[in-house]
């Protein structure tokens, strides 16, 4: 629908996009540097100038229903989003709930649960699930999917958000190889059941808030061979074996088979990769998360060992090349651009500033990778 014609008034907006916003993300005291208008963007709310009071705005908002979002223009949409003002909490809920990724978790999270495993465990159920992480991967910038994957989780999201994003991280790592869109799905569904099995380790050992015990880490690394199990005669070897040894390693000092060399397919080479990412990003009971440059140094710096080396590499160029030229918060509290990403030393990257470049060090170091604009997020493919 056209907005332009669907506003009220004597307000005349110039032909730009509104974005939705939820009311509560405004704060007292900001200034409006451009209009904000009613949940549909047909009303004005409060023109560009005025200070934003809790009060006058609730008042406004009251005549229109009880919906709780307002509009605004892209611009501010961005200052809003990356204002400090908003927590990065709040930040990634309305990114998350924008691409898609909550209604996907959700579904996941649903399927895990069940026991009836012959019911939905397998290829055609599963294909419209398969089917709509694909169009994420089709329809939204990589570096937007990477936020909500980078996103620390609550432990009770742990194994719907990590399924979900070994699924996503498997699939750009196939597209980033050319792979044809059959081999692609079969990645996102070796990557979305490859931890299956972990539905069948007890829940107090799964979430265990500490380092494990011996004898629980021995449970744990059962996972691999459940997963096996239930995928067996149900989905072709690239899936069951993804599953299966997604925790092996090239020199054999993986679990649970201690393959090594030729003996671990390329499923499981690229399921490793997506695993490892998604772990390290991740905050866990008994370690912090990390920034995605510190992981990309770390891979590099071949911190994990037994991984597929040119995966690796393929991996870390494609990064480098969607996080360049991203708004980044600085640890100064301002922000700056990443004008380059070194590949052998990506956790020290080039950044812009005021038409300078400046490499950042222990004293002044990348803090958060900014949301784009929301029409940067879409790929337009
Ligand atoms: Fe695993």
Request: charged fraction near 30%.
């Amino acid at each position: 629908m056209d907005r332009e014609n669907e506003r009220v008034g004597t307000h005349k907006a110039p032909a730009r996009q509104l974005q939705t916003l939820p009311a509560e993300l405004l704060w007292d005291g900001l200034v409006l540097k451009d209009d904000i208008f009613n949940h549909t963007g047909a009303v004005l709310l409060l023109p560009k100038g005025e200070t934003i009071t809790k009060s006058r705005l609730e008042k406004l908002m009251g005549f229109y229903g009880d919906d709780r979002n307002i509009m605004v223009y892209e611009e501010t949409y961005l200052e809003i989003m990356t204002d400090e003002h908003t927590s990065p909490e709040a930040r990634q809920k309305l990114m998350e709930k924008h691409i898609g990724y909550t209604h996907l978790q959700q579904n996941i999270g649903d399927l895990f649960e069940r026991r009836d495993y012959d019911a939905w465990l397998n290829r055609d159920k599963l294909a419209p699930l398969i089917r709509e992480v694909a169009s994420k991967l089709e329809n939204f910038d990589p570096v937007m999917i990477l936020s909500c994957i980078n996103f620390p989780r609550p432990m009770d999201e742990g194994l719907q958000r990590h399924s979900l994003n070994v699924a996503l991280l498997n699939g750009m790592q196939a597209e980033w190889l050319e792979l044809p869109p059959d081999d692609v799905n079969t990645l996102v569904l070796a990557g979305l059941l490859h931890d299956i099995g972990k539905t069948m380790i007890p829940e107090e050992i799964l979430n265990a808030p500490r380092r494990l015990t011996a004898e629980e880490t021995a449970v744990m690394r059962a996972h691999p061979v459940y997963s096996d199990q239930l995928l067996a005669g149900k989905f072709d070897d690239n899936v069951r074996l993804a599953a299966r040894h997604h925790h092996e390693k090239l020199n054999g000092k993986g679990y649970p088979d201690g393959v090594a060399g030729d003996e671990l397919g390329f499923s499981a080479r690229i399921t490793a990769i997506s695993d490892i990412y998604d772990a390290m990003v991740s905050a866990r009971s008994y370690k912090g998360a990390r920034l995605p440059l510190d992981v990309f140094d770390m891979l590099y710096q071949e911190e994990f060992d037994g991984l597929d080396r040119s995966l690796v590499i393929t991996f870390l160029k494609n990064m480098r090349a969607r996080y360049t030229n991203r708004q980044v918060m600085m640890s100064d509290g301002r922000r700056g651009e990443i004008l380059y990403i070194p590949l052998n030393d990506a956790d020290h990257p080039i950044i812009g500033r005021g038409g300078e470049a400046r490499q950042t060090d222990e004293a002044w170091y990348c803090k958060e990778i900014l949301p784009a604009a929301e029409g940067d997020y879409v790929t337009g493919r």
